[in-house]
């Protein structure tokens, strides 16, 4: 709460493009909040950022890191007006052992369809462009909310997926040129995708679904950093991978401020 104090206490001259915005806070077990850096009500180009795993009030402030190098990123991208949400507005999984279920991502579907409906009716003048970008279970939750309703966003960006809910882009209600994903070579999540099935046949869980990488999901992939490995020289892929697509030499990074800019990564 602290931390989240002091990025919101900001000098009156503080520009619309610059500021803050705290939409709402709930600290409630696990806490949730919506932040917004530049106004989304005005700006041309609205991201969603949508956290995953173990994202919570305590570590709402290094979502926002990373929300805030993805919206200088699509700034050096040309995007010119620029707003990104970091949305946590639902109940994310606690632990990777969690993480297998898509009750989370069930559960806070409707909230994210919601607030992507709140964005276009609040936004002022020409609609915006709006882009919903998740990492992670994070992922999930988008692809639940795309699945089963109509989610009104012009692209989607998946970082580090474990699945969306689905087998193929097209199953999103939406183009899918306009699906965006990329996954580091050594990040540990790759171990997590399976096709879906009815009942997880053979597996010891219900999978969530491939990775929106793989070719047959017929989305557009961009590329990123191989990742740190783990093991030294037996290079198996590692958790730190799974974290690493915000440093500044990862060509994701650039990629993700492209797309939300509205060019092609």
């Given at each position: 709460?602290?931390?989240?104090?002091?990025?919101?206490?900001?000098?009156?001259?503080?520009?619309?493009?610059?500021?803050?915005?705290?939409?709402d806070?709930?600290?409630?077990?696990?806490?949730?909040?919506?932040?917004?850096?530049?106004?989304p009500?005005?700006?041309?180009?609205?991201?969603?950022?949508?956290?995953?795993?173990t994202?919570?009030?305590?570590?709402?402030?290094?979502?926002?890191?990373?929300?805030?190098?993805?919206?200088?990123?699509?700034?050096?991208?040309?995007?010119?007006?620029?707003?990104?949400?970091?949305w946590l507005?639902?109940d994310?999984?606690?632990?990777?052992?969690?993480?297998?279920?898509?009750?989370?991502?069930?559960?806070?579907?409707?909230?994210?369809?919601?607030?992507?409906?709140?964005?276009?009716?609040?936004?002022?003048?020409?609609?915006?462009?709006?882009?919903?970008?998740?990492?992670?279970?994070?992922?999930?939750?988008?692809?639940?909310?795309?699945?089963?309703?109509?989610?009104?966003?012009?692209?989607?960006?998946?970082?580090?997926?474990?699945?969306?809910?689905?087998?193929?882009?097209?199953?999103?209600?939406m183009?899918?040129?306009?699906?965006?994903?990329?996954?580091?070579?050594?990040?540990?999540?790759?171990?997590?995708?399976?096709?879906?099935?009815?009942?997880?046949e053979?597996?010891?869980?219900?999978?969530?679904?491939?990775?929106?990488?793989?070719?047959?999901?017929?989305?557009?992939?961009?590329?990123?950093?191989?990742?740190?490995?783990?093991?030294?020289?037996?290079?198996?892929?590692?958790?730190?991978?799974?974290?690493?697509?915000?440093?500044?030499d990862?060509?994701?990074?650039?990629?993700?401020?492209?797309?939300?800019?509205?060019?092609?990564?």
């Open positions: 709460m602290n931390k989240l104090h002091e990025r919101l206490v900001q000098p009156p001259d503080t520009p619309e493009s610059n500021r803050y915005y705290l939409i806070i709930d600290t409630q077990d696990d806490g949730k909040v919506i932040l917004a850096k530049g106004n009500d005005t700006a041309s180009n609205v991201s969603t950022y949508v956290p995953g795993t994202a919570d009030l305590a570590s709402f402030n290094d979502e926002v890191d990373r929300a805030d190098l993805m919206n200088r990123a699509a700034i050096q991208a040309g995007g010119g007006s620029v707003s990104t949400v970091t507005g639902y994310a999984p606690d632990a990777i052992q969690n993480a297998a279920s898509e009750s989370y991502a069930d559960g806070g579907k409707q909230s994210f369809d919601n607030f992507q409906q709140g964005l276009r009716e609040s936004h002022q003048g020409q609609p915006s462009h709006n882009i919903a970008i998740g990492h992670s279970y994070g992922t999930t939750l988008i692809g639940h909310a795309a699945r089963d309703g109509h989610l009104p966003v012009d692209d989607m960006v998946l970082i580090a997926s474990p699945g969306v809910g689905v087998d193929r882009a097209s199953q999103l209600h183009p899918p040129d306009h699906v965006f994903s990329t996954t580091a070579d050594k990040d540990v999540i790759q171990l997590t995708n399976f096709p879906r099935s009815p009942s997880g053979g597996l010891p869980i219900d999978p969530l679904g491939p990775s929106p990488t793989d070719p047959e999901f017929g989305g557009k992939v961009f590329t990123s950093a191989r990742g740190t490995t783990a093991l030294g020289e037996l290079e198996l892929p590692s958790i730190d991978a799974h974290g690493e697509y915000w440093t500044r990862n060509p994701a990074l650039a990629s993700v401020g492209k797309i939300m800019a509205g060019r092609q990564p």
